[in-house]
Structures are given as C-alpha cells and as structure tokens.
C-alpha cells in the first residue's frame, strides 16, 4: 500500500531533549516535506527536499534540522525543542515534474514540548 | 507565507445540502489543489486544477478556477455528514516547482 509514515505518532518531551520524528515513504517519491499546524495558522512549511541530500527551508525552518541522504526517509530533527514547537507535524511527499503535483501525506505527530 | 486565503472560515449546513468554499491567492500559479483533513489527520487530496483550466468535476466535487480574479472555489453537492472535516487549498507556484501554499482552511460541518 502506497503510504506515508510517521513515528511516533504522539511524543511529549521536555524543554531541550533532543528528538527525531521520522518520516518514510515507499512510492519512490522525489520530493519530501515537513508542514506544522497550529489553530489559525494554518499549515506552515518548515524544510523540504527536491531528493537525496538536496534540502532547503520553507516558511519556519528556525529550530528544526533535516536530512535526506536516502529517497525513502526524511527526518525532522529539533536539537533543543522549546514550547513554541508544540504543534502537529506532517510529513508530505510528491513526485517532480508536471502532472505529480500532488502531496501524499502521513498520519500526522503531534509533539508536546513542556 | 500563506498564499491562499479560504472563506469562510466556517461552514455548518444540513445534510443534503450542497456546500461552497472559496479561495483566494495573490500571486501567479502552476496549480490550484483542494485538499481534505479530518479533524487531526493526515490531508488527503481531493482535486488539482491548472491554470489553464476554468472547472473540474470529480464526483460530488466541482472545483472551478478564475485566474483573473486569483480565486477559486469548491463546490461539494449533496452533502452527506462525512463530509464533516475541513478543506484546505495550496497553490503550486508558476514556474511548476513542487513547493505548495496552504491557506487556513475551511471548516465545514455537515449536520445529520
């Protein structure tokens, strides 16, 4: 089945505990994405990746590191999470090119930082 | 930055009814997509709409697009509860990279 995955699902840390949200795709997607929501904000990108160790930021990248070195994983790493990133994350991904605009999305992580 | 702005924010209608979302955006596109989210889940995509194109159907969808007007809308026709959920728009900019703009969606509320 063609998905998008996400661990953990749900996760409440403590200020300045460094953490890993992973991020798996199995539709040999070239461009992958990490979007957090928050209540009247909407969906706010915070990094993306055109493909393998090719990454760049989105509107909200402060905090927050990525990587891809394979085509499948993209994870969203906070170094030293602070309470203003509690929010729920999404990883998305799409393949490039004309006529594959189309974001598949996972499950969602919604991450407390007390 | 948010490039699509829906309105309204909110919807509540009776089943059967049929259900209208707009959107708007301020800058040239690629492509114009309607996306769906239950409430705390994943977005799953609904339609996509070029530019070059003034309406789309899908099923119960109708989606048209009026880039003079930098707006769009979506159309949901005999509602049914299910469709409870909220609707968000993304823009694919001009220049066709796969980057979207999400606005803050629509929350519509279909009651039995």
């Known amino acids: 089945e063609a998905q998008v995955t996400q661990n953990p699902r749900y996760l409440i840390t403590v200020t300045g505990k460094k953490l890993t949200v992973t991020c798996s795709q199995n539709m040999n997607h070239e461009y992958m994405s990490w979007y957090r929501q928050d209540p009247g904000l909407g969906l706010r990108q915070i990094y993306y990746?055109?493909?393998?160790?090719?990454?760049d930021k989105g509107d909200v990248p402060e905090g927050y590191k990525v990587s891809r070195k394979e085509k499948r994983n993209f994870p969203l790493i906070l170094e030293s999470p602070s309470p203003n990133q509690t929010s729920l994350y999404f990883c998305?991904?799409?393949?490039?090119?004309?006529?594959?605009?189309?974001?598949?999305f996972g499950p969602g992580t919604r991450l407390l930082v007390l | 930055s948010q490039q699509g702005e829906e309105d309204p924010q909110a919807l509540s209608i009776q089943e059967g009814e049929n259900a209208t979302m707009n959107c708007s955006y301020k800058t040239s596109i690629n492509n114009l997509q309607w996306y769906r989210q239950n409430s705390g889940r994943g977005l799953v995509h609904l339609i996509l709409?070029?530019?070059?194109?003034r309406e789309k159907h899908s099923g119960r969808l109708r989606v048209t697009l009026d880039t003079s007007k930098k707006s769009s809308s979506l159309l949901i026709t005999a509602s049914r509860a299910a469709d409870t959920a909220s609707y968000f728009c993304?823009?694919?900019?001009?220049?066709?990279?796969?980057?979207?703009?999400f606005g803050k969606g629509t929350k519509l509320t279909v009651n039995p």
């Open positions: 993304a823009t694919g900019p001009k220049g066709g990279s796969e980057k979207l703009v």
């Open positions: 709409i070029r530019s070059n194109e």
């Open positions: 990746s055109m493909n393998v160790e090719v990454t």
């Open positions: 998305a991904s799409s393949s490039a090119g004309a006529g594959k605009e189309t974001q598949y």
